[in-house]
T-cell receptor, first 118, second 114 residues
Framework: AQKITQTQPGMFVQEKEAVTLDCTYD???????LFWYKQPSSGEMIFLIY??????QNATEGRYSLNFQKARKSANLVISASQLGDSAMYFC???????????????FGKGTKLSVKP | DGGITQSPKYLFRKEGQNVTLSCEQN?????MYWYRQDPGQGLRLIYY???????QKGDIAEGYSVSREKKESFPLTVTSAQKNPTAFYLC?????????????FGQGTRLTVV
């Protein structure tokens, strides 16, 4: 069965420092995509970054980068130069060719609550 | 302005009543999804639809029903059979279900049973 695991329920980081949010996954799909979303207190889910399983390079989007280690099945999100506005819930998600019989759906981890200290 | 609109933002339901949550998108996306979010549980898939007039159960479909009569609309009905419906409900859409396709989300509906 496919699964996303985020082992850090909460994290604190000092403003302007970098922080890594962990994500491990389990899948037997030959191809899959990994996503990170941010959920501020308003509730809306905001797409941050995507990594394909066959991508040779780690994805980057501005201050966000994804540390993809395929052999370890990990896809950690790195946020550089943290800002107060980064305080939010962060979710790791995966989409594969066939996910438990539901083709192509996004499955999510339980999330990590990031708090940025001034 | 393209996007996904969920309504209402807050909804209160008496026990034993059915309620319907609205989700409309003007992104011309084929696929639409409903997720339920409980504190500490992440997002769990209720139903999804890959195309008009077709939908499939997700992981927690019991007590819920959906329809997909129009491409832009995917309403979710929470029936009286759902024993614990108080939660935050998120609707999403994507252009297709390819592995690299991101999903776009609405603002959510918070349902409370009173």
């Amino acid at each position: 069965a496919q699964k996303i695991t985020q082992t850090q329920p909460g994290m604190f980081v000092q403003e302007k420092e970098a922080v890594t949010l962990d994500c491990t996954y389990d899948t037997s799909d030959p191809s899959y995509g990994l996503f990170w979303y941010k959920q501020p207190s308003s509730g809306e889910m905001i797409f941050l970054i995507y990594q394909g399983s066959y991508d040779q390079q780690n994805a980057t989007e501005g201050r966000y980068s994804l540390n993809f280690q395929k052999a370890r099945k990990s896809a950690n999100l790195v946020i550089s130069a943290s800002q107060l506005g980064d305080s939010a819930m962060y979710f790791c998600a995966m989409r594969g060719l066939v996910l438990g019989g539901s083709q192509g759906n996004l499955i999510f981890g339980k999330g990590t609550k990031l708090s940025v200290k001034p | 302005d393209g996007g996904i609109t969920q309504s209402p933002k807050y909804l209160f339901r008496k026990e034993g009543q059915n309620v319907t949550l609205s989700c409309e998108q003007n992104l011309n996306h084929d696929a639409m999804y409903w997720y339920r979010q409980d504190p500490g549980q992440g997002l769990r898939l209720i139903y999804y639809s890959q195309i008009v007039n077709d939908f499939q159960k997700g992981d927690i479909a019991e007590g819920y029903s959906v329809s997909r009569e129009k491409k832009e609309s995917f309403p979710l009905t929470v029936t009286s059979a759902q024993k614990n419906p108080t939660a935050f409900y998120l609707c999403a859409s994507s252009i297709d279900t390819g592995i690299g396709t991101e999903a776009f989300f609405g603002q959510g509906t918070r349902l409370t049973v009173v």
